[in-house]
Structure formats: C-alpha cells, structure tokens
C-alpha cells in the first residue's frame, strides 16, 4: 500500500461526513422462525432481482466521525493531496472490555489498494495494546463486499437486530449484523523452552531491534527505550550481572536490564536497584516471557543480597508480582511525588524496612536527546510513528 495512515485529531475532524456508498446485487437473506422448541434462523446469500445501491443522502443521519454518542472515539485514517479518502473510528466498549469500530470506509477510486486492511489492523494493534477480548463492528445483510471483505480480516458473524434501522428491515432485506473478531489466545510459554542468560557483544543488536519493537509508539510516538538500552551499556550504575536476555530458537525474544539507584533522605543515602526497560518481543507478548526474566533475576539480586527493587512500571501487570506502590515504604520520587506506576518490592523480609526518602535512577534514564535518538534509529528497519490512545504525549 502506498498510502500513508495517519491520526485524525478529534479537534480537526469532528463532525466529518463518512460518504459510505456501495451498489450490491446480493444480499444474505435472514429469515427468522419460530418453531415449537424457539427459534430458527437462516442467513444464507442469494441473488437481488436487480442491483441495489445505498448511499448517504437516503439516511436522515449520515455517518460522522466523532459523533457526541462515542465518547472515547479515536480515528485513523488515509490523505491524498489534503482529501480525506478512508477513515476507520474506534471506541472502547468499557463495560464488556470490547473494541468497536464505529466507521470504516475507503473511497471507491481507493479500494483494493490493501487500505481497509490496513485500517482494520490498526483496530487490531489498538485492542492489542489495550488488551480488549474482542473487536465487534455492524454491517447490513444487503452490504455482501464489507460482510466478505470483515469474514477475509477474521470477523465472524456473532449476533443481528432485526429492527434497527426500521421495522421491517427483515423484509427489506438490510438486517444489521454484527461480526465480532477474537485475538487469539496465547499459550503461556514454560522456562523449559527458553533460555535465560547475560548478553553477549553478539547480542547487542539485536537486543536493541527487539526493544525497539516491543515499544515502539507505545508511550509517545515511536520510542527511546532501545537506547535506552545502549546507553545503560556504557553507564557506571549499570549491572550486568543481573541483566538477562531471553532467547528462543536462536532469536532473542525478551530482555531486562538492572541499574543502581538511590533513596535520598538529608544527609543518608541508601543504595537500591531497578530495572528497565523489561521488554518482550510484540509476539511473545502475554506469554510469561516477562515474568520468567523478572522472577529469575529477583533471585539473582536476592542472592547478591540487594535489599529491594524500585520501578516506574505497569500498575495493572507488577503489583501481581508483589509490587506494591511506593507509599507503603515511605519511599518519594525525587520531587516528591507518589503515583500507581512508582512501585517497589523487598527482596527479603523487611528488607526496605527503615530506607525512607527520595528515589533517584541512573542519569542515564534521564540523558536520551530527541535529536541523539532520531540519529540512532537509522541503525534499525523505519518505523512509523503513529498515535494511538493512551499515549503520554
């Protein structure tokens, strides 16, 4: 595809038209009866006497992007030379943790170009990310290109509203179906099948690829993290003897790196550790690769008897590790601050048990310039830099 996604902001392409059109000469037929045991359906395609052609102008409400009724709404869509020609439009079902998308739609003259699948992969990245069970969408029976083209992207017919759109829709023939799309459900991996180790030189690099994809439009558009990754190399508060990699048939697949840091309290300093970034391969994502590499370098820094582990980290995935935010140990950002993401662990009973004060990391968390990080990046396949929600900027 030579078109070029990009984030349609709210402020700018609220209210948008979306010029859904298309012309069919079939339809799936939905035939509901009741019988004595309840109700039998059939949804079966067959032939329109003569082709049929739907188009805004015949809805008294044309579709829009940000409509007032989606309130988490977020869009995506493709430009060419200023004209808006495809558009998709999420939102979050928060209730039943499901992914809608509320608008898809390609311009005639750009379809068949690979853009509505590429649109429906971004639905697909976001419910990732956000870990949502399911991306649902509505369609109508008379719409036979959109309901092949969503069963070809993996959606399958999950459930229909016979009086949608008027009370005899079913006569009409425009039913409004609803397809739903399920992310396969990933097996959790066991220690038996990877190998944990430190890095080697060889490694580098590839450690540094895997990083970068593992958080790459993550938090802000694209990422720092694999420099990150670089930069604690050189940096005097790194500990290698703690880092590790993960590697599964000969690739590496996931990474954690160790450093030392500070709590500060007056005149006391007290010496601690942290990790970062702990990043798995987007694949390998939600297969325990990551608590496999925590939990065997928990014990590493146990036994070289560090006291206890303070991160900025996922307040929904450490705390079932045994984190705990660091209010429970008296324990401050560096200006004082205490939030769900600031969390600690005692490697050992009481272990932070009177360390009190401000927490400072390596200056290498803090020494990554936008410009060094543009220039680094050329050393990696180009990635494009997207929004999507969530993100910290």
Request: some cysteine; proline content about 4%.
């Amino acid at each position: 595809m030579e078109y070029e996604i990009i984030h349609l902001p709210k402020e700018t392409w609220k209210g948008t038209i979306i010029p859904i059109r298309y012309k069919t000469k079939k339809y799936y037929d939905v035939i509901v009866n009741k019988n004595d045991n309840g109700f039998a359906i059939e949804i079966e395609k067959k032939d329109f006497t003569e082709p049929v052609t739907h188009t805004p102008e015949e809805y008294d409400f044309p579709d829009k992007l940000y409509e007032d009724h989606w309130e988490n709404a977020y869009a995506w869509g493709v430009l060419d030379k200023g004209e808006l020609v495809a558009a998709i439009e999420t939102d979050p079902e928060l209730w039943s943790n499901r992914l809608r998308v509320t608008e898809l739609w390609v311009a005639e003259k750009y379809q068949k170009q690979g853009i509505g699948h590429t649109l429906i992969e971004m639905a697909k990245e976001q419910a990732r990310r956000e870990r949502r069970r399911a991306i649902i969408l509505e369609t109508q029976s008379c719409n036979v290109n959109a309901i092949d083209f969503y069963q070809h992207e993996g959606f399958t017919f999950i459930g229909m509203d016979t009086c949608c759109y008027k009370n005899n829709d079913l006569q009409r023939k425009e039913v409004r179906l609803e397809l739903g799309w399920f992310p396969e459900k990933k097996r959790r991996i066991s220690a038996e099948e990877i190998e944990i180790r430190m890095e080697t030189k060889d490694d580098w690099y590839n450690v540094e690829l895997m990083a970068q994809r593992a958080f790459w439009n993550k938090h802000h558009l694209g990422c720092d993290e694999h420099y990150l990754v670089h930069k604690l190399r050189e940096d005097k508060d790194y500990l290698p003897e703690l880092s590790r990699i993960a590697v599964k048939d000969g690739k590496v697949i996931g990474c954690i790196m160790y450093s030392k840091s500070r709590i500060v309290d007056g005149a006391d300093t007290h010496e601690i550790i942290t990790f970062g970034p702990l990043c798995v391969e987007p694949k390998w994502q939600g297969c325990g690769v990551g608590e496999l590499l925590l939990r065997e370098t928990m014990n590493l820094a146990t036994n070289k008897g560090y006291k206890g582990i303070v991160i900025f980290g996922e307040p929904d995935y450490y705390p079932r590790i045994g984190f705990k935010t660091c209010d429970n140990f008296n324990i401050t950002t560096a200006d004082g601050r205490n939030f769900d993401a600031f969390m600690g662990i005692e490697l050992t009973q009481d272990g932070m048990k009177g360390i009190k004060g401000k927490f400072y990391e390596s200056e290498a968390f803090e020494n990554l310039p936008e410009e060094e990080v543009e220039e680094y990046n050329k050393k990696f396949p180009k990635l494009q830099k997207l929004r999507f929600p969530g993100q910290w900027d």
